[in-house]
Every structure is written in structure tokens, then in C-alpha cells.
Nanobody
Framework: QVQFVESGGGSVQPGGSLRLSCVVS????????LGWHRQAPGKQRELVAR???????DYADSVKGRFFISRDDAKNTVSLQMNSLKPEDTAVYYC????????WGQGTQVTVSS
């Protein structure tokens, strides 16, 4: 069974940066497209970034130019570098395959507030 363990969240002021990491187990990591999703209070979960098995990234318009996704197939890890954070980026962030499976990790909370 696939498992996702996210880390790296925290509280930052607007304009700050955070780097999220996710360790994936239970799959042949290198063959899958992976994504970072987020869910803000009262809103549906949304995909913010994904990366193909060949390393090609794709981003939601709301984060383009600020967020950068990467993967390390040797460590079964997918990361999300988040820069120029805005209050509207506040959410719980999850990693998963893309498209996502029914298995979700605990997520990591990101709070952007002054």
C-alpha cells in the first residue's frame, strides 16, 4: 500500500519561503507522476503542482513563478519550494500521485500571516 509522509510546514509572514518534503513508499517511485495538493478551510482540495516521471513540472496559475516542485528518485522524495508566500496559500498541503490515489497522508500545515 502506498504511503505519503509530508513535512516542512510552518508559520511564515507574507513574502516568506518554506520547503515541503514528502517521502513516498509502497510504489515504484520513479515511474509515477507526483503532485502536491492543498486544502484550505472550507474549500475543496486542489492540485498546485505536479511533476512527471521524467521531471517535467506543471503548476496551477495561482502558484506559477512562486512554487517549484522537484523529485529525487534515489530518495523516493518529492519536494515543493514555496517562495513569496501569500495569505491565500494558507492550507494543509498533501503529496500524492497524479492523478491522486485514495490514500492520503496526514499533510503538513502552512500558515501565512502577518
Amino acid at each position: 500500500q502506498v504511503q505519503f509522509v509530508e513535512s516542512g510546514g510552518g508559520s511564515v509572514q507574507p513574502g516568506g519561503s518554506l520547503r515541503l518534503s514528502c517521502v513516498v513508499s509502497g510504489i515504484i517511485f520513479r515511474v509515477y507522476e507526483l503532485g502536491w495538493h492543498r486544502q484550505a478551510p472550507g474549500k475543496q482540495r486542489e492540485l498546485v503542482a505536479r511533476i512527471s516521471h521524467r521531471g517535467r513540472p506543471d503548476y496551477a496559475d495561482s502558484v506559477k513563478g512562486r512554487f517549484f516542485i522537484s523529485r529525487d528518485d534515489a530518495k523516493n522524495t518529492v519536494s515543493l519550494q514555496m517562495n513569496s508566500l501569500k495569505p491565500e496559500d494558507t492550507a494543509v498541503y498533501y503529496c500524492n500521485q497524479s492523478p491522486p490515489t485514495n490514500y492520503w497522508g496526514q499533510g503538513t500545515q502552512v500558515t501565512v500571516s502577518s
